[in-house]
């Protein structure tokens, strides 16, 4: 079955520019969709098919996928970003990567 | 503007089941395709199933199947999932979902969850 390997955690420094990977075979391929999730809250689309941001959202968030790597790229990097983020894909069934959790020092 | 308003709180014992709603205001039901997401406490997003309808049907996650129903009045505009044969695993918040378009998109729209705690 297809996996989605996320790293556990990222940090960055304020207004730094932060990445977070999503791993998966040829997921270059596929849509991959990025949501940020704040602690007791529902999560939030933040990125939908590899690079598109819904409205709302600011253009310091933008996405790539390419290969075996998707990315989330978070520009100038602030306390408001401290979240985790999950990727999604579609592969057979909806899945979700394991999450990681954003620290901005 | 969208908004899906899930039911409250449960707490049940091993063995029950649990029904969930989840209320859909600015869209008709049948115009959407509805998931169902689940997080266990401290852990990740777990998709659990949806409604394709495009052909009509509801797609299960293949570790749900047999345990897991939903359903939708649409006269109501609500969803539901139902899950039987409860164990503690199955502590979790469960969120309703709403795909952006097709089956396969992102999920736009959430509710804001409903924790479901199983302990006897």
């Given at each position: 079955s297809y996996e989605l390997t996320q790293p556990l955690s990222v940090s960055v420094a304020l207004g730094q520019t932060a990445r977070i990977t999503c791993g998966g075979n040829?997921?270059?391929?596929k849509n991959v969709h990025w949501y940020q999730q704040k602690p007791g809250q529902a999560p939030v689309l933040?990125?939908?098919?590899?690079s598109n941001r819904p409205s709302?959202?600011?253009?310091?968030f933008s996405g790539s996928n390419s290969g075996n790597t998707a990315t989330l790229t978070i520009s100038?990097?602030?306390?408001?970003?401290e979240a985790d983020y999950y990727c999604q894909v579609w592969d057979s069934s909806i899945l979700f990567g394991g999450g990681t959790k954003l620290t901005v020092l | 503007q969208v908004q899906l308003v899930q039911s409250g709180a449960e707490v049940k014992k091993p063995g029950a089941s649990v029904k969930v709603s989840c209320k859909v205001s600015g869209?008709?039901?049948?115009?959407l395709s509805m998931h169902w997401v689940r997080q266990a406490p401290g852990k990740g997003l777990e998709w659990m199933g949806g409604f394709d309808p495009e052909d009509g049907e509801t797609i299960y996650a293949q570790k749900f199947q047999g345990r897991v129903t939903m359903t939708e009045d649409t006269s109501t505009d609500t969803a539901y999932m139902e899950l039987s044969?409860?164990?503690?695993?199955?502590?979790a918040v469960y969120y309703c979902a709403k795909s952006s378009?097709?089956?396969y998109d992102s999920f736009d729209y959430w509710g804001q969850g409903t924790l479901v705690t199983v302990s006897s």
């Open positions: 040829n997921i270059g391929s933040v990125i939908y098919r590899d709302g959202i600011p253009e310091r100038r990097a602030q306390a408001g970003d | 869209y008709t039901l049948t115009e044969s409860l164990r503690s695993e199955d502590t378009g097709s089956y």
